[in-house]
């Protein structure tokens, strides 16, 4: 027992010993949101996975701190007059961890391997665009179909089923990053464990212990290493945002990429703009299930959603954390030109609303005397139940008796998924690449994986159709909004709040840029003493 | 002895397959899977997935899978941390947890019995107040608001200790005192009813009437009836503790397998929780046992054929 005591400390103390050494290299302490389920880019499918990716690998594309697309691998790339087939120049100096060149086949051999079913990518659909891509990962082609070929080392040509406009924006999702053919035939799923992995980014990873770090050193094979000022990275879980600020102030980490909101005030005054809250590309919505007949009223949901203070709930029940919501897109979104379609009654005061929204209920038969019964049910967590009674409340004033239902998360989503059995249900959207499209595709009524509304309109299904279809981005963005026009004037969702990132950032952390994707590369950063 | 030793360890056999029965199923009986998470998924990426698992087969051909599996002592992948085996993550895991839970077990049965002792010996006095006032606010006081508070006050006011992780031996010290602090509490209570008992029972005053020195009759004769009650005590309490806890885990930031129950329930992690119930239900058995032998080489009254 004693000797079980001892080891760890003389090892600790050691370890201690061996950093004061090697004080001369930079090390960034990153917190993070939690531990990634896998490091296996094509099984990934969280945020706090998106953060290591980044710094591991290098897409085609990337961003840049400024969340602007920059080239990645591919130095140069065209696009054919119809929109349909992408041709990439590999740059002459990738190169993998181990020396060896990123070449186009690589990129091939992973495109190929996140389709193929047995792969059991979560993410696989992102990447649907891509010729014959749904059906492989159906089981319907075999992956060697995929619109995706080498055209030599240095040169990648890949082939869409239609025209995409955002088609570089879903490469700069994970789900586009290069696996290394070598590494994953000789390991298979192990491929991912430090002594196995090679990667093509600014770090290479050093280890990874679950609940307690990921450590990673520069890549000196980078073909950018030369600019690459941190040399070591220790991503830190924080399955609890308090435990986080705690290290921050104690000079433990450097960032934060989560805050816990009940605190976010209190933050404020003790550490100004060290706390960072920036707009994302999220929204917080309820779902109106059009299956069930008390929600088949238009003038019933239009009220519904008018009535709700939007303001009330983003800066008292979220402490400012979230930003109202008046239409579905988020503002700032890529491809929008012109901004979104926002609700008709979005500027009309309050007071006025509700008095709209009482004449609507009693128009569809609600009033005193007869009150509409919800039932309304969220993943319990303390925000969304707050959330939840405040709108009750709120309701109440049109004639709305609301009743709660209240499951954890896996219980909850599986009850939107796989049935109907839900009245008013609490969910939302984190955009997964800047474009409307990946917002106002969730309500296309052969969604069925996320139109919990259940709802099926031709017109907008119409629209989305003539949208897909269209090259030129501005007429793109006018389809698009009338989209969205529909969308608030039939509200299958009602939104409400629109998702801020929020971190802390150390004045010492250099290069750090707030944006609405919340992406942070380490190799654009670098630590001041 | 070692007879009785073996038959109790046979007897676990049959209790531990209840066990993983009853939670395998009953974990199964919970809605929702694995792979709902806020982003449901395309119905066919869910069937690959749900391949991958084995979880298309019905659920008493899993059921006989796992079993199989775990007769050849393998534990399975879990369903969400999927670059590593339940093997793998309860290895990281328990060192972590034991030597957290371990030292705050030996702190806290030494500080604990000589409080216990002391107020046992000034009974009534302001001692014996004071050490069951502290006591009674050491039980009551959560752990989930002693430990923010000691993480604020010595690692980000005082900057004494690191206010959280696992990297340096001092990281040790606010999670082990966290989790000693009620056991203190509850072992210097225990005691001391025990050992005012006990120094009032006949084979004490026996002794002291033969003359032996007072500490004498504390240490040898006293006390070692008086421990009885904590070591019964200790059994659940050091398998608890062993295992780690969820709530010293999270806020401390340790890598720990406190976290890996409550984490693996919510997330369906079937496989995870599993290897975490196996794991505890092993330790409350042998530590039970540890005590029921204990108490054979303490009470002269037990025996065991």
Redesign the interface.
């Known amino acids: 027992m004693l000797k079980a005591l001892i080891r760890p400390l003389l090892a600790g103390a050691m370890l201690m010993s061996a950093a004061g050494f090697a004080a001369a290299e930079t090390t960034y302490i990153r917190g993070n949101d939690g531990d990634p389920e896998t490091l296996d880019q094509h099984k990934t499918s969280l945020v706090a996975e998106a953060h290591l990716m980044r710094d591991l690998y290098e897409g085609l594309v990337v961003y840049d701190n400024k969340a602007k697309i920059i080239p990645g691998v591919a130095e140069a790339w065209s696009v054919s007059d119809d929109g349909t087939v992408y041709t990439f120049n590999l740059r002459g100096d990738a190169k993998w961890s181990n020396g060896d060149p990123v070449v186009a086949e690589d990129f091939v051999f992973s495109l190929q391997r996140i389709m193929t079913p047995e792969t059991g990518a979560k993410y696989a659909n992102i990447l649907y665009p891509i010729k014959n891509a749904e059906a492989i990962n159906k089981g319907e082609m075999k992956p060697e179909e995929l619109g995706a070929k080498a055209v030599d080392d240095k040169t990648l040509e890949i082939t869409l089923a239609q025209p995409t406009p955002y088609f570089l924006e879903l490469l700069t999702h994970q789900s586009g990053l290069p696996v290394n053919p070598g590494a994953v035939k000789a390991h298979g799923s192990d491929f991912v464990k430090p002594e196995n992995i090679v990667t093509n980014g600014a770090y290479k990873l050093v280890s990874f212990t679950p609940g307690d770090k990921i450590v990673m050193e520069k890549n000196e094979n980078f073909h950018d290493a030369a600019n690459v000022k941190i040399d070591r990275i220790e991503f830190v879980p924080f399955e609890d945002r308090a435990t986080c600020v705690r290290r921050f102030e104690a000079g433990e980490v450097q960032s934060c990429s989560d805050l816990p909101t009940e605190q976010i005030k209190s933050m404020k005054e003790r550490l100004g703009d060290q706390v960072r809250i920036t707009p994302y590309l999220g929204t917080y919505y309820y779902a109106l299930n059009q299956e069930k007949e008390s929600l088949q009223d238009p003038r019933v949901r239009q009220a519904l959603s008018m009535v709700i203070d939007r303001q009330f709930l983003g800066d008292e029940i979220w402490a400012g954390a979230m930003l109202p919501a008046y239409s579905l897109v988020p503002p700032g979104i890529g491809n929008y030109e012109g901004g979104g379609a926002q609700a008709e009654w979005a500027d009309t005061s309050l007071i006025d609303r509700e008095d709209k929204a009482i004449e609507l209920m009693k128009e569809a038969g609600y009033g005193p005397d007869k009150p509409l019964k919800l039932e309304l049910s969220y993943n319990n967590s303390e925000n969304h139940k707050n959330t939840a009674t405040a709108i009750a409340d709120m309701w109440k004033a049109i004639g709305v008796d609301v009743q709660f239902n209240v499951r954890d998360l896996s219980a909850h989503y599986s009850n939107l998924r796989d049935t109907s059995d839900y009245e008013v249900a609490r969910a939302g959207w984190i955009g997964d690449y800047s474009d409307p499209q990946n917002f106002l595709f969730l309500v296309e009524s052969d969604n069925t994986g996320f139109n919990y509304a259940k709802y099926k309109n031709p017109d907008y299904d119409a629209l989305m159709d003539k949208a897909a279809a269209e090259t030129d981005l501005v007429k793109r963005a006018d389809i698009l909004r009338e989209a969205e026009a529909l969308f608030m004037k039939d509200v299958p969702f009602v939104p409400l709040l629109f998702y801020s990132s929020l971190s802390l950032v150390s004045p010492k952390l250099v290069g750090w840029e707030d944006n609405i994707q919340n992406v942070h590369g380490t190799r654009f950063m670098s630590i001041s003493e | 002895m070692l007879g009785y030793a073996v038959r109790r360890l046979l007897g676990a056999i049959p209790t531990l397959f209840l066990v993983i029965t009853f939670s395998f199923f009953l974990m199964r009986v ?16 869910l069937e ?2 749900n ?3 084995h979880l298309d087969r019905p659920i008493w051909e899993q059921y006989f899978y796992y079993l199989g599996n775990l007769a050849r002592g393998d534990l399975g992948p879990s369903f ?5 085996s339940v093997q793998q ?1 309860l290895g ?2 328990l060192p972590v947890s ?2 957290l839970g ?2 705050a077990l ?1 702190i806290a049965l030494l500080i604990g019995s000589l409080l216990g002792t002391i107020a046992a010996l000034r009974q009534n006095s302001w001692v014996d107040y004071s050490v069951i006032a502290t006591a009674t606010f050491g039980i009551t006081v959560p752990n989930f608001v002693v430990a ?1 508070l000691l ?2 006050i010595f ?2 006011w005082l ?1 004494l200790l ?8 001092g ?1 040790m010290v606010l999670p082990v005192v966290t989790l000693a602090l009620p056991q203190i509490a509850i072992i210097a209570r225990l005691i001391r009813g025990s050992t005012i008992e006990a120094l009032r029972s006949d084979h004490v005053r026996t002794a002291r009437a033969y003359g032996l020195p007072t500490r004498m009759v504390v240490v040898v004769h006293a006390l070692r009836a008086a421990c009885l009650p904590v070591i019964s005590y200790l059994g659940p309490a050091a398998a608890a503790l062993l295992t780690g806890s969820v709530v010293v ?8 397998i406190g ?1 890996y129950f409550v ?1 693996g329930a ?3 992690d079937y496989t995870l929780v599993m290897g975490t119930v196996i794991i505890i239900a092993v330790f409350v058995v042998v530590f039970n046992l540890i005590v029921d032998l204990l108490y054979a080489a303490l009470d002269p009254r037990v025996r065991y054929d």
């Open positions: 919970a809605p929702g899977g694995p792979f709902d998470r806020e982003r449901t998924l395309e119905a066919k990426v690959n997935l391949r991958v698992f969400i941390y999927r670059d590593f993550l990281n895991g034991i030597q371990g030292t030996l923010p993480s604020l690692g980000v900057s690191p206010a959280g992780g696992w990297n340096s031996p990281s885990e999270t806020i401390f930031g340790l890598p720990g976290r984490q919510l997330n369906r």
